[in-house]
């Protein structure tokens, strides 16, 4: 009779992760907050992924129909109605869903990966690196964000990209200051002690004793950032400082004519309550799964 091999330290750390996900994925699907926002955010995500199905992209052209009237109230030709441009609202909207969702992506990755990077640093080396990058944290917390993201924005070039740069470089400090705090406490834990005690390297401590345990936090972190990033876009795009409004349609860009046309004090509702519906049920949506993970992850609300 062969010998039963033992499982690899690999296989070992595979399975418990695989665990692991299946506990946190049975706990979140019992929470009625966080399914609700997860099943918005699947049905945006599904709107970004076939939006040129259910919307030509030349609906965002005002030469694409001329036999359209500008600021029609919602009919059944135009469940949204149209601009001043004659285009539907609800193509516009549709379109906008996948630049909103990308610009709140990729800044919320600039942002983890600036954030949690400082924060791991200083908390782990602690002194004057420590005191150096907390510095830089502090004085970038007390800049106030929308000033400095529009100075950002007007000295570079406005495009996607800036936007995406300028959300990503000036949402970080927070951030940093909270994954900071979780390694300070982490780091002092009886296993970190042992594996320091055993001779184990900065990178090591780091990667495999540090990062796992405030990974989960990192993780509802960046469930919440998307949110404020995709409200950033916003407010910059709201600004003219966004994105190309014909090329790169946003919720923001929509708004931001629908203001410049004075949809709000003219009767042109339909310009505004589709766009801005839009950015409250997704911005909602991360809210919810981010707290509800964070009930999830964070012990002592889970004890609670």
């Known amino acids: 009779m062969s010998a039963i ?16 996900f299946f506990r946190i994925w049975n706990q979140f699907r019992r929470n009625p907050m966080g399914m609700i926002g997860l099943g918005v955010l699947i049905f945006f995500v599904l709107i970004a ?16 129909h001329p036999s359209n009237l500008p600021i029609q109230p919602p009919s059944g030709k135009f469940w949204f109605g149209t601009d001043t441009q004659a285009r539907s609202v609800l193509s516009l909207t549709i379109w906008g869903t996948r630049i909103s969702l990308i610009v709140g992506l990729a800044a919320t990755v600039i942002t983890v990966v600036i954030g949690a990077g400082l924060g791991l640093i200083a908390g782990y080396y602690g002194g004057w690196t420590e005191i150096i990058l907390m510095r830089l ?22 495009s996607l990209y800036t936007v995406i740069f300028v959300i990503g470089v000036t949402s970080w400090p927070s951030t940093a200051r909270v994954i900071r705090a979780q390694v300070l406490s982490v780091k002092t834990r009886t296993y970190v002690e042992r594996a320091r005690a055993l001779g184990a390297g900065d ?41 190309d409004p014909i090329n790169n349609v946003s919720w923001g860009t929509i708004l931001e004519g629908a203001f410049d046309h004075g949809a709000a004090y003219s009767g042109y509702w339909w310009w505004i309550v589709a766009p801005g519906t839009a950015i409250v049920l997704l911005v909602l949506a991360f809210t919810m799964i981010g707290y509800a993970l964070d009930d999830i992850l964070n012990p002592k609300l889970r004890t609670r």
């Open 137 to 158: 944290t502090d004085w970038f917390l007390v800049i106030p964000f929308l000033p400095l993201a529009i100075v950002l924005s007007i000295i570079l070039k406005p």
């Open 203 to 243: 990178w090591h401590m780091m990667t495999r004793h540090i990062l796992p345990n405030v990974g989960p936090l990192i993780f509802a972190n960046t469930i919440l950032i998307v949110a404020v990033a995709i409200l950033s876009e916003a407010v910059l795009s709201f600004l003219s400082l966004g994105p």
């Open 5 to 20: 091999s033992a499982p690899t330290p690999k296989a070992i750390a595979r399975r418990r992760r695989k665990e692991s």
């Open 49 to 64: 992924i076939f939006g040129p199905l259910m919307a030509s992209r030349c609906d965002l052209s005002p030469l694409c």
